[in-house]
Nanobody, 127 residues
Framework: QVQLVESGGGLVQAGGSLRLSCLAS????????MGWFRQAPGKERECVAT???????????YYADSVKGRFTISRDNAKNTVYLQMNILKPEDTAVYYC?????????????????WGQGTQVTVSS
């Protein structure tokens, strides 16, 4: 049974940092794209960052314009874990953050491309 479990969310003041973790179990995702999505109240779920599966050359990452330069996605394949380092947080970053895993090397930013999802972790940024 595949499970994705997020952790690291919480309440932080604007300008602060948080590091989200997503531990995958039930299968290995080292060759699969993984992503972080978020959904704020009353808004649609949006892609925040994605990272491609392991490559002999390098791993490619995508960031939404709203988080570029502030957030960093990374993965530790030995631990079957993906991270989202969030710096210079803003109140508009407040949302439930979801980890997602695809079954393909690349998956893009569409949520439909991801097969497995975590339950989400709340991130609240106070002004």
């Amino acid at each position: 049974q595949v499970q994705l479990v997020e952790s690291g969310g919480g309440l932080v003041q604007a300008g602060g940092s948080l590091r989200l973790s997503c531990l995958a179990s039930g299968r290995t995702f080292s060759n699969s794209a993984m992503g972080w999505f978020r959904q704020a109240p009353g808004k649609e779920r949006e892609c925040v960052a994605t990272i491609s599966g392991r490559s002999v050359v390098n791993v490619s990452a995508y960031y939404a314009d709203s988080v570029k330069g502030r957030f960093t996605i990374s993965r530790d394949n030995a631990k079957n874990t993906v991270y989202l380092q969030m710096n210079i947080l803003k109140p508009e970053d407040t949302a439930v953050y979801y980890c997602a895993a695809a079954t393909t090397f690349f998956a893009g930013i569409r949520s439909e491309a991801y097969t497995y999802w975590g339950q989400g972790t709340q991130v609240t940024v106070s002004s």
